[in-house]
């Protein structure tokens, strides 16, 4: 009997630096796998096709929604993301965990359906007058798209409380090592760890 | 504000190895204070009033328990065990953490008083046989002590599923590194970490 998996959900408002934590966390822990999501959004710098995001037209996305193939869908500043659902429900069957980087919509549609299998951990910023900073400093959005995402954020946060653990983002180091004991501790969950006490009954 | 402390309930069968762990965690981690339990048992070689254990009379024992100054107490091996209460409390109100290395019984006590604020660990041995092994070469107690905390450790262990988290104490770095990660995963929940969202309100 293996142990039970767990579907470890990041979430954070745009700037907040979850996705580079979720980058290193999967270069730092074994036996965690990145679930790759769906965009209609076109890629940024560097970014590539099946590896950070699968970029598929809106028309491809709205089929797949149709045809019930997302575990959790979300329209964020616009563009469309979306979790597919197979990976997912095959890594938790086989007791492996698999990493989720998603909106704070996309979080709470998770955890609706997969219960205590999702862990659920929201990355503050250390304030939004820094988050402002890392987003100017991004170089990559227009004044307005800036402003819209700081406006977002403040509601993201908003959503902070139904999430399970808080990581504040300010010294990368110590969020990281947070986020990775989130991981570990979870792991150790009694419902996940059937497997050791069946050696004792 | 601070952030909520929590208090970390360590508990494990004779010989499973929780006083060593629980020692590690207390050099290796800071901001985190033991609890000194009474007790009525004689102190092993090498244990200190004060510091492993208050060592009190049968007598003082009762007359604490008619103050009500225990947070949880138990009688286990014939010898009686007690949480005083003052300072886990004190802890608490404080934002600072404390750990309580007790038995089976007194978790589920303080789990019953303390509720969320408590964060309920259980150590698991690698086998029975090991733990056989372990308490014979710890040579401090005789063939019928022996036996009767083997006969114990199984009804222990029949309780582990009450408990939040599992450890197995098989390597002994994992281990602590396992209950090294539930402490600071467990600081890291939402509901501990108000802290951190009143920078946003």
Redesign the interface.
Known sequence: MPRRGLVLVVSAPSGAGKTTLCRHLLQEVRDITFSVSCTTRPPRPGERDGVDYYFVSPEEFQQMIARGEFLEWAQVHGNFYGTPKRQVLESLKQGRDILLDIDVQGAAQVQEVLGQDAVLV?V?PP??EELERRLRKRNTEDELTIRRRLDQA?GE?AQ??K??????NDKFKEAL??L???L???R???FR?QD??A??S
Chains 1, 2 share one sequence.
């Open positions: 929201f503050l304030s939004l403040q946060i902070a409380p999430f399970d653990y808080l990581v504040l090592q947070e990775k004991s989130i570990f501790a979870e150790q969950r009694t760890r050791l006490l050696k004792f």
